[in-house]
């Protein structure tokens, strides 16, 4: 386990609608980033968020938004979906180390759009 | 930018034989360097990392890795692997600007362990 948690599991919802996937971070980490896992693009970068603040961004689509809480939790929020956006969907924090950059992985929430 | 790269997309040996899974990073900089096992229907789940210092280091579940500069390469090794190995196994660096920072994945190794 480790330590990561995101909710839900799993997803299905139909194209055009909205959904919000959650993340709790490991105890006491600032970072969380969020990833995306599709068959034909592998394993991308979508955005990072320290301490409540966005400070990386990757190859997030304008459809997608993200926010982190005082609590520290993170939201990714994806609209007007379409078939292509069903993939898994991770969540990833790090400690406040800032000597190095190691992730924890939540177990991911799969997202099936119909 | 960073790049990774997994030249092997899947792989098969026997329980028992040794194993090497190829990467090759593209950095400007002293990379921060990451194998990551996922089982299927599982989470990314760290095997090892480099950081600085000693070029060979250990990980979980005996695996070890190799940085090698000069080739720009982090070989994942094991010496005898278990069928309980077989996954799909993730090669990345890692960049870090203050507190902005992110990992770039390779494709992954598909292993497979017959019997």
């Known amino acids: 386990d480790s330590g990561v948690t995101q909710t839900p599991k799993h997803l299905i919802t139909a194209t055009g609608q909205r959904v919000t996937l959650r993340c709790s971070p490991r105890s006491g980490d600032l970072s969380v980033y969020w990833y995306q896992q599709s068959l034909d693009q592998g394993l991308q970068f979508l955005i990072q968020y320290y301490n409540g603040e966005e400070r990386a961004k990757g190859n997030i689509l304008e459809r997608f938004s993200a926010q982190q809480f005082p609590d520290l939790h993170s939201e990714l929020n994806l609209s007007s979906l379409e078939l292509g956006d069903s993939a898994l969907y991770f969540c990833a924090s790090s400690a406040r180390d800032r000597k190095n950059t190691e992730a924890f992985f939540g177990q991911g929430t799969r997202l099936t759009v119909v | 930018a960073q790049s990774v790269t997994q030249p092997d997309i899947h792989i098969t040996v026997s329980e028992g034989a040794s194993l090497e899974l190829r990467c090759n990073y593209s950095y400007g900089a002293t990379p921060y360097l990451f194998w990551y096992v996922q089982s299927p229907g599982q989470g990314l789940q760290l095997l090892l990392k480099?950081?600085?210092?000693?070029?060979l280091v250990q990980g979980i579940k005996g695996f070890e890795a190799e940085f090698k500069r000069s080739q720009s390469s982090f070989n994942l090794r094991k010496p005898s692997v278990h069928w309980s190995d077989a996954a799909e196994y993730f090669c990345a660096v890692g960049a870090r600007t203050g507190t902005a920072s992110k990992l770039t994945f390779g494709t992954g190794t598909r292993l497979q362990v017959t019997l």
């Open positions: 480099y950081f600085s210092g000693d070029t």
